[in-house]
């Protein structure tokens, strides 16, 4: 079995200022790790995703993440954010193949003007 | 091309009543997935749907949650005798299932409400 956990459920951050979204997962296999992000009265879309290779992996909207696979960690990061990048965000993982994927619990990231 | 659709958009039902929520898949996705999405609860799996294998239904939190997917395409979430507890917003996500775990695709979510 699975499990995601997403430290911090809300995350304030002044706008043009750096963040970390923080992440950490478990899983007895290899995985595969996601970002999804969830504008207000949107739905969810996929931010980035790391499958093998490269562990910087850089996603749309200026965003990246980072797979540690000794700390079993997938931290999001954007050295500068926007206005526009007030969203939910939610990590997930999947142990590949036909299997199931699951979510954390999300962070709202709030920039402040 | 269209992408996930779910309908009702939004339902509003008395306590003890049956409800279903309906999916459409994007067309020749083989893998469907079910989750609830409540405050505080992030996005909770209720099940999942991979071409012709058996579901995983692992997710369902009790008998009263079921559901189906004919012909490989539309799915069907039934909830029997609705509670309170229930009311959250149900999404249906679609991929193409395939072994690089092409992206799930979302739908913009059924918002039940249990009076």
């Known amino acids: 079995a699975q499990s995601v956990t997403q430290l911090d459920s809300q995350v304030p951050v002044f706008e043009e200022a750096p963040v970390e979204l923080r992440c950490n997962y478990s899983?007895?296999?290899?995985?595969?790790l996601f970002w999804y992000v969830q504008y207000p009265n949107q739905g969810l879309q996929l931010l980035l995703k790391?499958?093998?290779?490269?562990?910087l992996v850089k996603g749309i909207n200026g965003f990246e993440a980072e797979f540690n696979k000794s700390q079993t960690s997938f931290h999001l990061r954007k050295p500068s954010v926007h206005i526009s990048d007030t969203a939910e965000y939610f990590c997930?993982?999947?142990?590949?193949?036909?299997?199931?994927?699951?979510f954390g619990i999300g962070t709202k990231l709030q920039v402040i003007p | 091309g269209a992408g996930v659709s779910q309908s009702p958009s939004n339902k509003v039902t008395e306590k003890g009543k049956d409800v279903e929520l309906r999916c459409d898949p994007i067309?020749?996705?083989?893998?469907l997935y079910w989750y609830r999405q409540s405050l505080g609860q992030g996005l909770e799996f209720l099940i999942y749907?991979?071409?012709?294998?058996?579901?995983?239904k692992s997710g369902l939190p009790s008998d009263r949650f079921s559901a189906e997917r004919t012909g490989g395409s539309v799915s069907t979430l039934t909830i029997q005798r609705t509670q309170q507890e229930d009311s959250a917003v149900y999404l249906c996500?679609?991929?193409?299932?395939?072994?690089?775990?092409?992206?799930?695709?979302f739908g913009n979510g059924t918002r039940l409400t249990v009076t």
């Open positions: 067309s020749g996705h083989t893998a």
């Open positions: 790391y499958l093998s290779g490269s562990t």
């Open positions: 996500a679609s991929s193409q299932g395939d072994r690089r775990n092409s992206p799930l695709h």
């Open positions: 899983s007895s296999v290899s995985v595969y």
């Open positions: 749907f991979q071409g012709n294998s058996a579901p995983d």
């Open positions: 997930a993982v999947s142990p590949g193949g036909y299997q199931k994927v699951t």
